[in-house]
């Protein structure tokens, strides 16, 4: 079967940083994304990463080995704005998404 | 306003009620999607649809039903709802099929 892991929930203090693992078994890989759904809302596209290595963006870095069947999201110099639910994406062989649970992370001043 | 919009934002049904979610995208994206999103658990594919006039069954399709008659709209219908399809229900487009999806506000439907 498919299955994609991210640990259920993590608390970091504002300012530092986080780190939120993503390890998954699927079908067949065409990329890896990163979404952040707020509470109540809709996800919202962070990154994407097809290539092993790390990508860049602003306060946020993903990386990805292939490999392993792992990925990471880096969150730096947090803010109480991103307390959110992190969910993990993979394309599968059909070009469908699969979807971690998602970690909800907690800021704390 | 350029995005995807959902309606109802919410619902009570009772069970054994016929019901259609709309989605409507104003992007001219080819490609979308209907998810349902429970607690604990990841997004799940019901239907998508990667062009007009074309629908594909995802994870969860049983007991519902979608239709794509033009690039905008892409409703979901629930024959005769049950409780089990309580739940959030997101609809997503995206250019293609290799693209980031976008996702509209959810509509949250509650089957008593």
């Known amino acids: 079967g498919q299955n994609i892991d991210q640990p259920t929930e993590m608390t970091a203090t504002e300012g530092a940083i986080v780190q939120i693992n993503c390890t998954y078994q699927?079908?067949?890989?065409?990329?890896l994304f990163w979404y952040q759904q707020h509470a109540g809302e809709a996800p919202t596209f962070l990154s994407y990463?097809?290539l092993d290595g790390l990508e860049e963006k602003g306060r946020f870095s993903s990386f990805l080995s292939r490999s392993k069947g792992y990925s990471y999201l880096l969150l730096k110099e947090l803010q109480m704005k991103d307390s959110a639910s992190y969910l993990c994406?993979?394309?599968?062989?059909?070009?469908?998404?699969?979807w971690g649970a998602g970690t909800k992370l907690i800021i704390k001043p | 306003i350029a995005g995807i919009t959902q309606a109802p934002t919410s619902q009570i049904l009772a069970a054994g009620r016929r019901m259609t979610l709309r989605c409507t995208q104003d992007?001219?994206?080819?490609?979308m999607y209907w998810y349902r999103q429970d607690l604990g658990l990841g997004l799940r594919l019901i239907h998508y649809?990667?062009?007009?006039?074309?629908?594909g069954k995802g994870e969860v399709p049983d007991g519902y039903s979608v239709s794509r008659a033009n690039t905008d709209d892409f409703p979901l219908t629930l024959a005769s709802a049950v409780p089990s399809q309580t739940s959030v229900y997101f609809c997503?487009?995206?250019?293609?099929?290799?693209?980031?999806?976008?996702f509209g506000p959810g509509t949250r439907l509650t089957v008593l």
């Open positions: 997503a487009s995206s250019d293609s099929d290799r693209d980031e999806q976008f």
């Open positions: 992007m001219r994206h080819n490609a």
């Open positions: 649809s990667n062009t007009a006039g074309t629908t």
């Open positions: 699927t079908s067949g890989f065409n990329g």
């Open positions: 990463n097809v």
């Open positions: 994406a993979v394309r599968d062989s059909n070009y469908q998404l699969i």
